[in-house]
């Protein structure tokens, strides 16, 4: 007699009702988004507005909220791929070494004679001492400013290469520096394009590492892949130079420890800085618009103790000199110093308009990019393109669904209607998994629904077909659903983790839309089996046991 | 009133054609790659690098006009084609302009996209861009060797599995009928000349799948049948084994091609030839799953030991619930 525990009972139709439940925010998806970003808001302790009452008012608190996420190709919004160049932030450090690695050498000074710093390829600083016999003291004052690597796989390891040939010595990142270098390049570009585009306040946003040196950045309902560069892309490495000239000539000649920078609004002026920084954009911790003495839009900054101290020092030390603010290469402006600035904020005035002081306030407050970025993929989805397919995915889906109705219960009558059923049941819980795991529906993602339509039809096939040859050798209705269920499983099981496979390579080596796919398909395998198995049997069972026939037809 | 595709006992012959049959998928196998070898894939910017610009646009295309706005910009080939799709309303006028990567270009330029759309709007000025896509070709070269690997990975893995699970003749007749499948889908994309991209390999992939369930579903009833009818020759055991499986392939078969059509014609352009891919797919894996992956077990031939466990066929058996 074909039999199931009631607990087991219990549980399956606890999970058919779960997964109803968890589904069911999906099909009121206009009502529960405001609701879900209105308790978001509340929840970073926004002010209640009528606006968030009225969205919260709209979806009952105490049933489930978990949506499926639209896929860019859905919602439209723009994705793009971003290749960090590495190299930059090795030159950025060295060429930072400089003024520690000029103060040790001239603490040798009488080994090692007069230093003079020269031309070299970026990562690499080079010194040149007048007196090559103090090379192994030179080489030895700079090591000593080495220091350990800090991370897990370069234990023991000095940041620091130092080598010296003939009178030159050269400074490198080590390897093991190097690497942990990486890593920190890579994770502070992700949480600065995070900040930035959390700044501009779309909504989920998708930022990823992948790989070695790439971001993956998606945000859905922004306008244009041009646009989310533009936001993400600036590098706006703001620093502070001290002055030492004026020129209009940009082929004059400069130092090596000094750099030469156009004005961002005076035409044809030059100025002559010195090479390393006071400070950094790094040690800027806010940054406002707002508006100048003279009414016009400014920027405000403050800095970090550290970077407070390091201006109040410079600023003390050179009343009446000029100093440059220098934004992305440009000096912005190059004021002449009236007092120290011990406070550690100030302005930046130069020709913005508001929204331009806006924007920079947004940039200098995300912090600057380590390292420059590339992009070798981009595009942009209109948000009509994805509601149209949308539309045309849901007629299809409901169309594939009524065919497949009326031919599986026209093939095999209440059985059927029993296996349909439990077909309701299994995409309601591809709704409920992809929503409360967070998953992302994409267009091909709704050919995996469909076709997971047809597959999930295959498992009952077996099984019916199989009831059908075991009620020919007529041993009874009970023993031939007993029979058919248990002589199909092995078909249906390898049937299926054949094609989980497929979808788990896919999921593991896929991208964006065929990553969609692959996780639809992949969960539309696992409840398909399920309510197979399960939920078509146990209502086969139930019904069995009300209505006790002596024959049954298939 | 019971709808049946077949009667309920059958007893064709289908191995009978089994040398025809074979015959014609090595043919068609044989075309396929020599289609592919001439007339080549229409790969998607996804493989080759490059943009593609969708527009849409009240006023009806004008290809020619597209042509003459985007010449003077210099951006080497450009393919302009208007899409037609039955779901569009009227007054909707579509049209998909490919440009090819920019020699030298790693990254993609806002610029040039930017050109291209101020120059399509001159013309016409009721031009919208519901969607821009740009792959550098240094990802687009990757792509090709990810898709290449995925494709790789799924035959090795299911090769293994079905390996493990029956005898590995079985193996080599399911990777056969795979391979046949693949190859003859990667046909009909070269022939009609079907933009081959990323989808394009989930379609195939989808294929993959789709067909090595049909191939295990008969594969498992044979192995059952070898066990049960131990003195029958192979190739009588087989034609009772897909007799008996009849039903079940032409009732799945069926409401998957359903849903499938139903994706065809009402899915909007967009996936169209991910679902087209998938619709060939699953009609020429129904017939690989028959006449290719059986034929080659046949071939092979396949040990019989009458003193084997007569269970081997319900390793994973007995009630689930």
């Not at chain 2, 084609?81 to 006028?93: H, L, Q």
């Not at chain 2, 789709?210 to 029958?232: A, G, P």
Request: charged letters at 20%.
């Amino acid at each position: 007699m074909i039999q199931i525990d009631a607990w087991k009972r219990v549980l399956i139709l606890g999970v058919c009702l779960l997964g109803l439940l968890w589904a069911l925010p999906n099909l009121f998806y206009s009502r529960v988004e405001p609701y879900n970003d209105a308790a978001a808001a509340v929840e970073a302790g926004a002010v209640s507005t009528p606006e968030i009452e009225a969205a919260l008012a709209r979806w009952p608190g105490f049933l489930p909220s978990g949506l499926v996420n639209l896929g860019l190709d859905l919602r439209g919004g723009a994705h793009l791929l971003a290749e960090v160049q590495l190299e930059d932030v090795y030159a950025a450090r060295v060429e930072g070494l400089w003024p520690e690695v000029r103060d040790a050498l001239r603490d040798v000074r009488g080994e090692v004679g007069t230093i003079r710093r020269q031309d070299a390829p970026p990562g690499e600083l080079r010194v040149r001492i007048s007196q090559p016999e103090g090379l192994q003291a030179a080489v030895d004052a700079v090591r000593a400013l080495a220091s350990p690597v800090v991370s897990v796989t370069g234990v023991g390891e000095s940041d620091l290469a130092v080598t010296g040939a003939g009178d030159v010595v050269s400074v490198t990142l080590g390897e093991a520096e190097r690497r942990a270098t990486d890593d920190r390049t890579m994770q502070q570009s992700l949480e600065i394009i995070r900040r930035r585009v959390d700044e501009a306040g779309t909504r989920e946003p998708t930022i990823q590492r992948q790989g070695a040196d790439r971001i993956l950045i998606q945000v859905p309902g922004i306008g244009s892949a041009s646009e989310l560069k533009a936001l993400i892309g600036t590098t706006a490495k703001l620093t502070f130079h001290a002055v030492s000239g004026r020129t209009a000539d940009p082929e004059t000649r400069v130092d090596a420890d000094e750099l030469l920078r156009p004005s961002l609004d005076e035409e044809g002026v030059f100025y002559v800085l010195e090479r390393a920084p006071v400070v950094s954009g790094d040690d800027l911790t806010d940054s406002q618009p707002a508006f100048d003495q003279n009414g016009l839009p400014s920027v405000t900054f403050r800095f970090n103790p550290s970077g407070a101290r390091a201006f109040g020092q410079f600023t003390g030390a050179n009343v009446g000199a000029p100093f440059a603010i220098v934004l992305d290469e440009e000096v912005v402006t190059a004021p002449t110093i009236r007092e120290a600035i011990t406070g550690g904020s100030g302005q930046i005035t130069g020709n913005f308009d508001v929204e331009e002081a806006n924007r920079l306030a947004i940039l200098l407050r995300a912090g600057a990019l380590p390292a420059e970025m590339t992009f070798l993929e981009e595009r942009t989805v209109g948000p009509e393109l994805g509601q149209d397919s949308i539309d045309a995915g849901k007629v299809a889906s409901l169309v594939a669904l009524a065919a497949v109705v009326v031919f599986m219960v026209a093939a095999y009558g209440l059985f059927g209607v029993f296996a349909m059923a439990a077909l309701g049941i299994n995409i309601a819980l591809i709704f409920a998994v992809l929503s409360t795991i967070g998953g992302t529906l994409t267009l091909p993602g709704i050919a995996g629904i469909v076709l997971t339509i047809g597959m999930a039809v295959d498992a009952n096939v077996l099984v019916f077909e199989r009831i059908r040859e075991e009620l020919r050798t007529a041993r009874g209705p009970a023993r031939a659903i007993e029979l058919g269920y248990e002589r199909a499983l092995s078909a249906i099981v390898d049937a299926n983790i054949t094609t989980f496979i497929i979808a788990a390579i896919l999921f593991t080596l896929g991208s964006g839309p065929v990553r969609g796919f692959a996780v639809t398909l992949g969960i539309g395998i696992l409840t398909s089996v399920f309510t197979a198995i399960f939920v078509t049997r146990l209502f086969i069972v139930l019904w069995f046991e009300r209505r006790r026939p002596k024959t049954i037809e298939v | 009133m019971r709808l049946k595709l077949v009667p309920d006992e059958t007893n064709w012959d289908f191995m009978r054609w089994r040398h025809w049959t074979f015959g014609a998928s090595v043919v068609a196998m044989v075309l396929a790659l020599v289609v592919w070898a001439v007339m080549g894939l229409n790969f998607g910017i996804d493989f080759l690098g490059g943009t593609t610009i969708r527009t849409e646009s009240t006023a009806a295309v004008d290809v020619g006009a597209y042509r003459d706005a985007i010449a003077p910009l210099g951006l080497g080939d450009v393919s302009i084609t208007e899409v037609f799709d039955p779901t569009f309303e009227a007054g909707r006028n579509v049209a998909q302009i490919r440009i090819q990567a920019q020699d030298g270009a790693e990254a993609v330029t806002a610029e040039t996209i930017a050109q291209v759309e101020a120059a399509l709007a001159s013309v016409d000025p009721s031009v919208t861009f519901p969607s821009v896509e740009s792959v550098g070709p240094k990802v687009s070269g990757e792509l090709i060797q990810t898709a290449v690997i995925a494709v790789l990975a799924s035959l090795a893995a299911i090769l293994v599995y079905i390996w493990l699970r029956f005898e590995w003749q079985f193996s080599v007749g399911a990777i056969a009928a795979l391979v046949h499948d693949v190859v003859l889908t990667i046909g009909v994309f070269a022939l009609f000349q079907i933009r081959f991209d990323l989808a394009t390999i989930a379609a195939i992939l989808t294929i993959i799948g789709y067909s090595i369930n049909d191939t295990v579903v008969i594969f498992d009833r044979l192995r059952e049948n070898l066990v049960k009818y131990k003195k029958t020759p192979l190739i009588e055991v087989m034609n009772r084994s897909v007799n008996e499986t009849l039903s079940r392939t032409l009732m799945t078969s069926g409401t998957t091609l359903l849903a499938l059509i139903a994706l065809l014609v009402l899915g909007g352009d967009v996936i169209r030839g991910f679902v087209f891919a998938i619709t060939w797919g699953i009609v020429v894996g129904t017939y690989s799953s028959v006449y290719v992956a059986k034929n080659v077990v046949l071939m092979l031939g396949v040990e019989r030991d009458p003193k084997a466990p007569s269970d081997a066929g319900t390793q994973f058996a007995g009630p689930g619930a």
